[in-house]
């Protein structure tokens, strides 16, 4: 039962992973009494590492990661951090109301930035997702893309060591989710972050990941981790990455199917 | 053409980082400016002669058409009572005079004071108040429905009471102004609260913005288009509570606005001073309107990208 969120003083303590799920599990009360929806997971994320998190809708994967960001807690088990992650959303969740460097702003603010270092810092951040002319722009006057690369900037704005995204570019067009994941594999690499990358696109998942993990549904398990050791920088189209989403989509087909025999 | 295509193939080569990182920004680049909308605002004359072509001449033709029908009706003698209704002239002597005798600008800023410094009271109580229904269960539970209730209740209601507690004195005009706007003020900041995507609460709570801090940054500022509606709204009912409040109990300590100026035209049975102060108080509630609140809410609502067309 115990939920440790271990606070940032915690991590001169060797650090050894960057985020630790042990044997979690979550239960929601629906109509039709207590619904398991995840079950008994345990994961560990290694810092720097680049893990996504595949499966079918229903499978708990939203709600595994609200339970590491910790907007939610789990019936059962444990889920350790080093401070509080950042979380990127499907819909990029800008405020309306601030400009893009002011979004970027505010959560340096929150995380107790000097005023004076805001704007330097938020321009320095705008410039990795390179988009050095945004800082004045407001969310409307963005695209899709340019939004999530935003998004991107305000949750590396929070410093945390642990990236968690929830199917982010699954609203995007192909190319333009084509290039983000160029750029999110050129930040990855730049920061050094650990990233938990939740998605139902297998491709996407080989593309971006060092590990890929496939969750059953209902309830969620993990029914199979693969290593992906294609060299960096993969393209979604290359024979190899094609190759093993083969092989992970046929094993995804299987998990799907389960649920049609009962 | 064969060289070309040579170049080509090696371009497109995986294994050179530096080319596919080159690639990448420029493809990024034609992306960023295909998709961005075309913004920015046309020039000032352009954008003042458009508002004077769109904006302003068909509410202007709308009242020369009345006043055309107005007119009318007098000259055919379709009525033939000025006590009943009187002649546009006649108003317009009634404004001429009024002028003449230093009084007119009396009566507007006798009332506007009045509304203005009560609106300002009741967004002072208003505020807090609609904060605290939105965001405590208990307080809403208890009197969230007392409060859209008390919106339907006609302020004029308040009159007698006002009257009776507090005495024909400048404080009771305030009473029933309050009584009027504060349920307005606080029942829009209460929807405004509740229209809050809830994506924006999860991203403030990521970001460390609980408590307080997440009412500052996040509700109150995700929340300002629905409390802006309701500050408009609130005028409305400040004025319109002032205006019963002057009509019905007038008192020579209280000064003559714009309600005992009507009432002042009744008692006199004069017609034109009655249209007078009609006029008046239509024009003040629209002028307060257009020079305070709809700049406001067309400035929040442009910044946020919700106004579709300015």
Redesign the interface.
């Known amino acids: 039962m115990a939920t440790t969120l271990a606070k940032d003083a915690d991590a001169t303590v060797s650090v050894e992973h960057a985020a630790r799920i042990e044997h979690v599990s979550k239960s929601f009360s629906g109509p039709a009494g207590q619904q398991l929806v995840l079950d008994d997971i345990t994961l560990d994320v290694a810092p720097g590492e680049f893990v996504t998190l595949l499966g079918a809708s229903g499978c708990g994967k939203s709600t595994l990661l609200n339970l590491v960001a910790g907007l939610d807690a789990p019936t059962a088990g444990s889920i350790s951090t080093h401070g509080r992650p950042a979380l990127m959303f499907q819909e990029h969740a800008l405020f309306p109301w601030l400009t893009a460097g002011k979004n970027i702003e505010l959560a340096l603010k929150l995380r107790g930035v000097a005023k004076a270092e805001r704007r330097d810092r938020a321009e320095e951040l705008l410039g990795l997702v390179r988009l050095k002319d945004a800082y004045g722009k407001r969310v409307h006057e963005l695209s899709g893309g340019m939004r999530q690369r935003v998004a991107l900037a305000r949750a590396l704005a929070q410093d945390s060591q642990l990236l968690l995204m929830d199917e982010p570019f699954a609203a995007l067009d192909a190319i333009t989710r084509d290039v983000l994941h160029d750029e999110l594999t050129r930040i990855w690499k730049e920061t050094g972050l650990s990233v938990l990358f939740v998605t139902h696109n297998v491709r996407e998942a080989v593309r971006l990941a060092q590990r890929v993990v496939l969750l059953s549904s209902r309830p969620g398990r993990i029914a199979r981790e693969w290593t992906v050791q294609i060299p960096q920088p993969r393209r979604i189209e290359d024979a190899d990455v094609a190759e093993l989403s083969i092989e992970i989509t046929e094993e995804l087909r299987g998990e799907i199917r389960r649920h049609g025999q009962h | 053409m064969a060289s070309t295509e040579t170049g080509r193939s090696g371009a497109s080569a995986?294994d050179s980082?530096v080319k596919?990182?080159y690639e990448?920004?420029g493809?990024?680049a034609g992306?960023?400016a295909l998709?961005?909308?075309v913004?920015g605002r046309r020039p000032l004359a352009q954008r003042v002669g458009r508002t004077l072509r769109e904006k302003t001449l068909p509410p202007v033709i709308a009242i020369l058409v009345v006043l055309a029908i107005w007119q009318a009706l007098i000259s055919f003698k379709i009525v033939d009572d000025p006590s009943k209704l009187p002649s546009p002239s006649a108003v317009w002597g009634e404004v001429e005079d009024a002028w003449l005798e230093g009084k007119l600008l009396g009566y507007i800023w006798t009332s506007v004071s009045r509304g203005l410094f009560g609106f300002l009271l009741a967004l002072l109580i208003g505020t807090p108040l609609g904060l605290v229904v939105a965001r405590v269960k208990f307080v809403r539970a208890a009197i969230g429905p007392i409060l859209s209730g008390l919106q339907s209740l006609p302020s004029v209601a308040w009159v007698p009471p006002a009257v009776i507690w507090l005495g024909l004195e400048p404080s009771m005009m305030y009473a029933v102004i309050l009584l009027g706007a504060v349920p307005s003020i606080a029942n829009g900041l209460v929807s405004g609260v509740d229209q809050v995507p809830p994506?924006?609460l999860?991203?403030g709570?990521?970001?460390?913005?609980t408590g307080l801090?997440g009412t500052w940054?996040?509700v109150l500022?995700?929340a300002?288009p629905g409390y802006v509606a309701g500050l408009k709204q609130g005028w409305a009912f400040s004025w319109r509570s002032l205006m019963a409040a002057e009509i019905i109990a007038s008192s020579p300590e209280l000064g003559v606005g714009l309600g005992q100026l009507l009432e002042n035209g009744r008692t006199a049975s004069s017609m034109s001073m009655v249209f007078l102060a009609i006029f008046l108080i239509l024009f003040v509630g629209i002028a307060i309107d257009l020079l305070i609140f709809s700049p406001v809410e067309r400035w929040v609502l442009r910044?946020?990208?919700?106004l579709v067309k300015s």
């Open positions: 995986k980082p596919d990182t990448l920004f493809l990024e992306l960023d998709e961005v909308a913004t994506l924006f999860r991203a709570r990521t970001m460390g913005a801090r940054h996040i500022p995700a300002l910044t946020r990208g919700l």
